[in-house]
Structures are given as structure tokens and as C-alpha cells.
């Protein structure tokens, strides 16, 4: 899986229940000839661009048919793991797009504010309107636009901020460690982000046709972080370049030793494996404190620049194992991990907030919880890793037994998750992780019965609910222990 976009916490968007797809590379025969017949019948390829030529290749068998579903199979999982923005539409996408790059130049110390300045044609906005445009019997009052004009403007403006940043911070959360993304207002109402529109322009001599001219811009602003604000308070988008700069340095170097980290895995490990060595290896250089301060990114840059006596909260520890996980090229292109928040309880206390990884691994059951911060106390004892449980509907949680089941662990996801991810995309699998050769996904680039894994019937209904298909009945195989041992 391609992974080179990432910072700290995202890689999967969810538990992808290919629950009805058991599969290790191709079943050479179909004992049920109605679904055979099905397969052959299959829905076109799924093709990332939707074009004709693409789709024609996929139809006619050719050897461009299987680069092209190889390729809309892989950017289709990309998507699903690492552009939540890709389920944005319309000028939630637009300003998604536009943040995603002012974002990188910010953390790039080539701004000063965090106002980013659109166009109305950026937004798809009309540069000119009739009165039935927008429903105004008049455009002009006085001198200027009349407010029931520009009322109308500002209602062509349908941006969901906290939707498109939760989304970008998900999906580029290193991009944004400057970002207050948690600042409310003096009602304690989110506030982080807010847009502004200005409309000027000229109205025809018989005020029938108003022309919006260059000077109308809409501006989208970013709170600050007060360590990164040249003001050195909240509630401001002014940038300071200087400690922007400054950090970015600190966060080359810590990259750089977390590939170091990396390459040192043991050779020839197992994914698990690998994951377990990240885990360990983050544990011996921080020490988990709750009340630890600085962002996950600064935090994350501490660990992987310590030697042994940094301090963390569960946000550090979940974004440094999501870094490395980020970029890791594993054995297995479904392993991913993401990061979410939430509360745990430990032995019946109170609810404290907390963060976390979740890891989808290659075996269609669901997410596995990874609690790496909690894994480096008494309470988690090294046992939260890889593990999974049935919800629990009396906590309202998931209630993990650790230290043979004398001490008790209870996870909540916080109701923000629910914007860049799905409540039921977090759903975890119901027991611990276990390697089973038998219950493989298959990797991209391989087939099913002689069907590439990019058609949407070798794809659940889940999954192409996802991807806003029609859904074909989905193709469910079982392989042999043989099988498996011989995925070609």
C-alpha cells in the first residue's frame, strides 16, 4: 500500500467487513455454477478516473484491463485508508483540496496568517446573477449590495469546516501540528476554523443583472496554537514562521530516527511481529504520563528524538506507532493503522480522556485495538495490542480483562470520531488477533475465481456502500489449507 502522505494518526478508515471473503490468491474452480454464472456477469471494473478507455480495457480481458483494476483496486483502498476527503463532495472537496496545500506551506513557514483567500468561481459560485438567482427583488441599497443580497451570496457558500478539518486532520495530521483544532469559543462551541465572504460588484442600469467583480474573495481561517502564533495567544490565525521553522526541523530528525527504527525490525520478521518491535521500541523511549503537554505531533517528535526520558500521553504513544506504521511497506498491503480519542476507565475509575491506534490486520474481521501508551503500565501489562472485543453494551464500550483478568479496561470513542470516520467503520473484532493462513484477504493484484479483486462483486456490500456503488451480490469463496499454501 502506498503510504508516503501520512503523518501520525490514519492509515485505515475503517473495519472493512470482508467478513463474507475468505481468500488467499486464486480458487481454481467453483463448485456453485450459479455463482460462476454471476462472476461472469460481473458489473464493470471499478476505475479510479471513470474513464471510457478504462472501462473498455477492463471489459475486453486485456492485459491493460488487469493494470487498470490492479490500479483502481489499489487507489480504492488508498482512498478508503488515507483520503477521508475523498468522501467529501463538492465545495466540501473543493476547500478540502485548497486547505490540504496552504496547510503543508504554513508547516512550510511560507505564511504569516492562517487566512487562506478564495475566488467565488473557486467555490463554483456564478459570476453573474438575476434577481430570480437569488430570490431578491433588489440587488443594490444605497451606495453598495443590499443585505438581502448578500444574505443570498453567502447562502451559494455550503462549506462544512468542521467536517473538511477533522477530515484533513486525519488525513495529514502532520501538515497541521500548528492547528488548534480543539479551540471553542467563550460558549465552549467549536471554534477552530471559521469563513468569511466579502461579494462586491456592478449592477446592469436596469438592475436586473448583478456582476460580481474580482474584489470578492472568501476567506477560510485557521485558529492558531498559541506556541505557534506570533500573538502567543489563543484564538488567533497570525503564524510565527520562526517556531513553525523550528519545529519542522525537530520533526525532520525525529522522521528520520523512526526510520531508523524501522529498518531495525528484525529481518525476515511477520507483520505482527513488526508491529509488536514498533510497539516495544516506542515504550523504552518515553515514559506515559496523561497530563503530558504539547500536540500528538509534538509529542511524537519528542519520543522519536529521546533518549529514553521523554514523556508522553496516550496521543504521543498513538502517534509515533501510527508514524511507523505510515511508513512501513508490510508483507500484507491491508495493514494500516489510525488513531482515534476517546475515554478509558481503568478498574471501574472515572472516564479520562485518551488516545489510541486501531490496526486493521489482513484478515476481514475488523480493527484491533493497539493501546501502546496503556501497554507501558501495570494496567494494560503489554496485553492491549492486537486484541479485540464484543462492544459491550452495558459500558457503552469495549471492556478489555488484562493481568489474568484481575484488572479491567474499559475504551469509549468520543463523538468527534464520527466526522472523519464512521462509527461503524471502528467496529473492533471480537477476539484477539491470530494469524490464520486460512482466512487471508487477498492482496491487490491477485483474482478470485479469475475475476480481478477490483470488479464490486468480489467486494462486500459493505465496502461498496463505501465507495457509493451499486452493489452486485457479493462473491463469498473458501480456501483450502492447499490453497493458501499455493496462492498462484
Known sequence: MRKNSLGIVLALAGSLLFSDIVTAGVVPEVADTALADEVSEAAPMIVDDGSEAAVKAADDGSEAAVKAADDAFTDAFDFLYEDRGRFLTEQNRIVYDRLKVFANE????????????????DLGLDTEYALSDLGVTAFKEGEGLSEETLSALKGKVSVDLQSVTCSLVADDPLAFFWYDSDHKDTEEQWD??????????????????????????????????????????????AVDKTETAVFKSSLEKAKSKANTI????????????????????????????????????????NIFNSDGTAVASGAGYAAAFRYLCDITSFKSAWISAIVVEGTVKVDGGADQSHVWNLVQMNDGKGLYLVDTALCDTAAGNGELFLTGTAFDKGEGGYRFETNEKTRAVVYKYDNPVAEPYNPDELKLAEIAYVYDENSL???????????????????TKDLNYRLGMDVPKPVTVTVTPADAANPD
Open 192 to 237: 477552530a476554523a471559521s469563513i468569511t465572504c466579502e461579494f462586491t460588484g456592478t449592477v446592469s442600469d436596469d438592475g436586473e443583472l448583478l456582476t460580481l467583480d474580482d474584489a470578492s474573495v472568501i476567506r477560510i481561517g485557521l485558529m492558531v496554537l498559541p506556541e505557534y502564533s506570533s500573538a502567543k495567544e489563543a484564538g488567533t490565525t
Open 106 to 121: 504554513v508547516a512550510e513557514s511560507k505564511h504569516d496568517t492562517a487566512v487562506l483567500e478564495l475566488a467565488p468561481a
Open 262 to 301: 524501522k529498518s531495525s525490525a528484525p529481518s525476515g520478521a511477520s507483520d505482527r511481529d513488526r508491529l509488536e518491535y514498533y510497539m516495544t521500541q516506542i515504550c523504552a523511549l518515553v515514559e506515559y504520563d496523561k497530563d503530558a503537554s504539547g500536540s500528538a505531533a509534538v509529542q511524537m517528535a
Open 441 to 459: 484477504m487477498a492482496e491487490p493484484g491477485k483474482q478470485v475465481m479469475g475475476v480481478n479483486l477490483a470488479s464490486p462483486d468480489t467486494k
